[in-house]
């Protein structure tokens, strides 16, 4: 390592002394200009990280759903996965190492972690749409340059074509090209196969609204059009050319506020979809013919999607285990639904799609999604080598179509990561492969009236969980007392846990009615203010 070159050019990056930043549920999010110096760390870390893995690593530069101002950063694995939990640590070591220290902090990384620091090192960038990333993603390339390792920059991406990339690559073009062609058309073409066989095919055209939440999914989305066929017209809103990026719009403000976004005029039963700010999530809606508003979220299309396997998988009659992972935000009506009609088993982990990732990994289709529009669909090596081998030789006529359907399914779904336009297209392809309207795929049950609030308190890691977070084990009285207040409503449940990506304790409540949710989460939300070290006026009801 030239630590002469690491000092000169950390000089250029420093960090504002005192500042203490954690790699949490999402990586580094912060306001951006506290973010220089964790952009170059993350720089250097991401060089290590390839040395230690012998592979391609990803570094990227975006906020989500948080607004314009905040930005963060996220590295991913060589698979297209989260980073690995044990260098979490090494990032938060880093990020927080004071100017002097960091020579040190370096070493003792490549010590624990037996970095071989000859070997070479490649890192894939990319970045989303805020006006801060362009200079962040910067201060990345001089981190990774400094350490001598190599890299490619991709520039404005969504968050999965960036995990994308960096399997395609890892694996040698065996999950596809590394480019943002090759993922065009990889699912472009799965798309178009799978639209072919539905019953409709070549009446008309199907229309979707989309809310680009003014953000990296509107320019991804319309790059993407002249790949798609003209059955599907996709309609851009919220492009970023007049608003701020997730000001009021985007799949986090639509799901929190249960609420169309500003920006897109919807008519009855017309069929809309939000992708958040890296275009990671989605999540769809309608207004009835009254006028009123109706979410399908991810818990919904987690459904959607397990009906259509669920009926693949029993017509090409392997024994293929299927499962969907869920966390204790999906919505009680959809656990209930999937396991006890459709007879699919169903577990939840805690939040964060690393939890969800890695439980689907266990199963030969392993469906996951956040009940907030992040999710994909896994399928084990074993199962996607069974199902192309019964694409191309089974004898039976519709064994092996049923088997060409799911084939292509596993093309059009990332596999790496919840993405918003591969998540959209397999849902319109459903959609349209059964026939169904929004107003259907709405009614296969409905969601128990819920709500979700937040309380700021002194400290949140006083609050501890177990049960994928569904019961809270300190402070001492909260659990009881949340217990006592659950009892008071009719098919209740509620639960606490402090958030991994702001300063919050997170509530969470269902009840019979929409009011008696709103007073259950208010009641609950009193409680973590009385008994958790709640900062500033108690909470007010509704
Ligand atoms: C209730 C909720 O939506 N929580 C979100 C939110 O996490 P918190 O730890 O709750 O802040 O951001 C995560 C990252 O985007 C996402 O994975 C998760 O689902
Ligand atoms: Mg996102």
Same mark, same amino acid.
């Given at each position: 390592?030239?630590?002469?070159?690491?000092?000169?050019?950390?000089?250029?990056?420093?960090?504002?002394?005192?500042?203490?930043?954690?790699?949490?549920?999402?990586?580094?999010?912060?306001?951006?200009?506290?973010?220089?110096?964790?952009?170059?760390?993350?720089?250097?870390?991401?060089?290590?990280?390839?040395?230690?893995?012998?592979?391609?690593?990803?570094?990227?530069?975006?906020?989500?759903?948080?607004?314009?101002?905040?930005?963060?950063?996220?590295?991913?694995?060589? &698979?297209? +996965? %989260?980073?690995?939990?044990?260098?979490? =640590?090494?990032?938060?070591?880093?990020? *927080?190492?004071?100017?002097? $220290?960091?020579?040190?902090?370096?070493?003792?990384?490549?010590?624990?972690?037996?970095?071989?620091?000859?070997?070479?090192?490649?890192?894939?960038?990319?970045?989303?749409?805020?006006?801060?990333?362009?200079?962040?993603?910067?201060?990345?390339?001089?981190?990774?340059?400094?350490?001598?390792?190599?890299?490619?920059?991709?520039?404005?991406?969504?968050?999965?074509?960036?995990?994308?990339?960096?399997?395609?690559?890892?694996?040698?073009?065996?999950?596809?090209?590394?480019?943002?062609?090759?993922?065009?058309?990889?699912?472009?073409?799965?798309?178009?196969?799978?639209?072919?066989?539905?019953?409709?095919?070549?009446?008309?055209?199907?229309?979707?609204?989309?809310?680009?939440?003014?953000?990296?999914?509107?320019?991804? &989305?319309? +790059? %993407?059009?002249?790949?798609?066929?003209? =059955?599907?017209?996709?309609?851009?809103? *919220?492009?970023?050319?007049? $608003?701020?990026?997730?000001?009021?719009?985007?799949?986090?403000?639509?799901?929190?506020?249960?609420?169309?976004?500003?920006?897109?005029?919807?008519?009855?039963?017309?069929?809309?979809?939000?992708?958040?700010?890296?275009?990671?999530?989605?999540?769809?809606?309608?207004?009835?013919?009254?006028?009123?508003?109706?979410?399908?979220?991810?818990?919904?299309?987690?459904?959607?999607?397990?009906?259509?396997?669920?009926?693949?998988?029993?017509?090409?009659?392997?024994?293929?285990?299927?499962?969907?992972?869920?966390?204790?935000?999906?919505?009680?009506?959809?656990?209930?639904?999937?396991?006890?009609?459709?007879?699919?088993?169903?577990?939840?982990?805690?939040?964060?799609?690393?939890?969800?990732?890695?439980?689907?990994?266990?199963?030969?289709?392993?469906?996951?999604?956040?009940?907030?529009?992040?999710?994909?669909?896994?399928?084990?090596?074993?199962?996607?080598?069974?199902?192309?081998?019964?694409?191309?030789?089974?004898?039976?006529?519709?064994?092996?179509?049923?088997?060409?359907?799911?084939?292509?399914?596993?093309?059009?779904?990332?596999?790496?990561?919840?993405?918003?336009?591969?998540?959209?297209?397999?849902?319109?392809?459903?959609?349209?492969?059964?026939?169904?309207?929004?107003?259907?795929?709405?009614?296969?049950?409905?969601?128990?009236?819920?709500?979700?609030?937040?309380?700021?308190?002194?400290?949140?890691?006083?609050?501890?969980?177990?049960?994928?977070?569904?019961?809270?084990?300190?402070?001492?009285?909260?659990?009881?007392?949340?217990?006592?207040?659950?009892?008071?409503?009719?098919?209740?449940?509620?639960?606490?846990?402090?958030?991994?990506?702001?300063?919050?304790?997170?509530?969470?409540?269902?009840?019979?009615?929409?009011?008696?949710?709103?007073?259950?989460?208010?009641?609950?939300?009193?409680?973590?203010?009385?008994?958790?070290?709640?900062?500033?006026?108690?909470?007010?009801?509704?």
């Amino acid at each position: 390592m030239d630590f002469e070159a690491l000092t000169k050019y950390s000089a250029l990056h420093p960090k504002p002394a005192g500042l203490t930043l954690q790699y949490g549920t999402a990586g580094f999010r912060s306001k951006a200009e506290q973010l220089d110096h964790v952009m170059f760390r993350m720089g250097l870390l991401a060089a290590l990280r390839s040395r230690a893995t012998g592979s391609t690593i990803g570094v990227m530069v975006t906020a989500s759903h948080n607004p314009e101002e905040d930005n963060g950063v996220k590295l991913v694995d060589p &698979l297209g +996965e %989260m980073l690995h939990p044990s260098w979490e =640590e090494y990032a938060t070591q880093l990020a *927080n190492a004071e100017e002097q $220290e960091l020579q040190k902090t370096l070493t003792e990384i490549c010590q624990k972690a037996a970095v071989n620091q000859q070997k070479d090192a490649s890192v894939f960038l990319g970045r989303d749409t805020r006006p801060s990333s362009k200079k962040l993603s910067q201060a990345v390339i001089d981190g990774v340059s400094v350490l001598g390792g190599q890299y490619h920059d991709y520039g404005l991406v969504t968050t999965p074509q960036l995990h994308y990339v960096v399997c395609c690559q890892n694996t040698r073009g065996q999950y596809g090209k590394p480019t943002l062609e090759g993922y065009y058309q990889k699912l472009s073409k799965a798309f178009m196969e799978l639209i072919k066989k539905s019953p409709g095919s070549g009446e008309g055209q199907r229309h979707l609204k989309i809310d680009c939440a003014n953000g990296i999914g509107a320019l991804k &989305l319309s +790059e %993407m059009q002249p790949y798609l066929p003209k =059955e599907v017209l996709v309609h851009i809103y *919220n492009d970023g050319t007049k $608003e701020k990026l997730n000001h009021l719009c985007g799949a986090d403000f639509v799901k929190v506020h249960q609420k169309p976004p500003k920006g897109l005029d919807m008519k009855p039963n017309e069929r809309c979809c939000s992708f958040d700010g890296d275009a990671d999530r989605i999540v769809y809606y309608y207004t009835d013919t009254a006028g009123h508003f109706h979410l399908i979220d991810g818990d919904k299309i987690a459904t959607l999607i397990s009906i259509f396997l669920k009926e693949l998988l029993a017509k090409v009659g392997q024994t293929l285990k299927m499962a969907v992972i869920q966390t204790a935000y999906a919505n009680g009506s959809s656990t209930r639904y999937l396991e006890e009609t459709l007879q699919v088993p169903v577990h939840c982990v805690k939040t964060g799609v690393k939890h969800l990732h890695h439980k689907a990994q266990e199963f030969d289709v392993g469906v996951y999604f956040e009940a907030n529009g992040h999710g994909t669909v896994l399928f084990s090596k074993a199962a996607e080598n069974t199902i192309r081998q019964l694409a191309k030789e089974e004898k039976d006529d519709a064994k092996r179509e049923a088997a060409k359907v799911l084939e292509n399914l596993i093309d059009l779904i990332n596999q790496t990561v919840g993405d918003a336009i591969s998540d959209m297209l397999v849902i319109e392809a459903i959609l349209s492969l059964k026939g169904l309207t929004v107003h259907q795929w709405d009614a296969f049950y409905t969601d128990f009236p819920n709500r979700l609030l937040k309380v700021q308190v002194a400290d949140r890691q006083v609050i501890d969980t177990t049960d994928a977070e569904r019961r809270a084990v300190t402070p001492p009285g909260l659990q009881e007392k949340i217990d006592a207040l659950v009892k008071k409503y009719k098919f209740s449940r509620a639960f606490v846990r402090p958030s991994g990506t702001e300063d919050v304790v997170r509530i969470y409540a269902e009840a019979d009615t929409q009011e008696n949710a709103d007073a259950l989460a208010h009641e609950v939300s009193l409680a973590v203010y009385h008994l958790a070290g709640g900062r500033g006026a108690p909470p007010q009801p509704l």
